[in-house]
């Protein structure tokens, strides 16, 4: 079964939800986006990697954060789901519904991507003030939280200050954002470090349950963080990765991001397949079950 013949309430670059009242039915399909843009040819397996890894986060980080995870197994699927057990099998999440704040936290542990070109520009990542002789990939002394909106497909997220912060959400939610980000960063870099991999950089989303902030949508994942492998990090220069920046790359040499994206060669295609199983391999030391 390829998918799901049941209307989703919204569909997101990736996700598409189901509301099932006080709870959500997310379920990852194989599209990837790069740039805010969907891309129009699916990874194999990304889904359920996606989503698999982020039920490994959760569990790993218990007990650091809350998170709005109920089950990913399919004997609790709804019974108008389970006709399509096969399909969701490793792909889905039931979730406590959340009240979403509208930033994504994202923290910075490594010099690269946006950050990079800022700081070569100005010596700045997101206005913050960063020391003189920086290179590429250069580890940052304190990782940075550098948060940003949200943008819907085919726009932009933008940087904002964490003042911007205080004044959308006010400064008692504002801080505890920022301070859960780098906690949960500081725990999940530490355990990657572990299994051989550097984690550049990452965004996590958080939303209320309960009057209580919770992690939420998916967590530590290719497609939200910059994953290197510990043992060819060289700063100076770009790393290799077990992400989507495989994908930019092939995309930032053949489309002048005008009009829509291009399809991907087949062997771009199975090469982001394979890294994104690689990266859930080597962080949760399991097979992925295909």
Known sequence: MSGIDIAPDARGKVRDLYD????????????????????????????????????????????????????????DLPERFRPYA???????????????????CIVRGYLAGSGLA?????GTVCGIRLPDGLVNSSRLEQPLYTPSTKADIGDHDEN???????ELMGARDA?????????????????????????????FEFGRVDGR????????????????????????????????QYVRD???ANWDRTGEPPHLPAEVIERTSQKYIAAYEQITGRAFAY
């Open 20 to 75: 099932l009242g006080d709870q959500l039915l997310l379920v990852a399909s194989d599209r990837i986006s790069a740039f805010d843009y969907v891309l129009p040819d699916d990874i194999p397996h990304k889904g359920a990697v996606l989503t698999q890894l982020s039920c490994f986060w959760f569990e790993l980080l218990d007990g650091v954060v809350e998170n709005h995870l109920v089950s990913s197994d399919v004997r």
């Open 86 to 104: 096969d399909y969701l099998r490793g792909r889905f999440m039931l979730v406590r519904k959340a009240q979403m704040f509208p930033v994504e």
């Open 118 to 122: 800022e700081y070569r520009r100005q």
């Open 160 to 166: 904002i200050s964490f003042e911007r912060t205080v």
């Open 175 to 203: 801080e505890a954002l920022r301070d859960l980000s780098l906690k949960v960063y500081a725990t999940a870099r530490d355990h990657a470090a572990s299994r051989g991999i550097v984690i550049a950089d990452t965004k």
């Open 213 to 244: 902030i919770v992690l939420a949508d998916e967590v530590l994942t290719p497609d939200s963080s910059r994953f290197w492998p510990g043992d060819r990090y060289q700063p100076g220069a770009d790393q290799p990765s077990f992400d989507k």
């Open 250 to 252: 092939w995309l930032t």
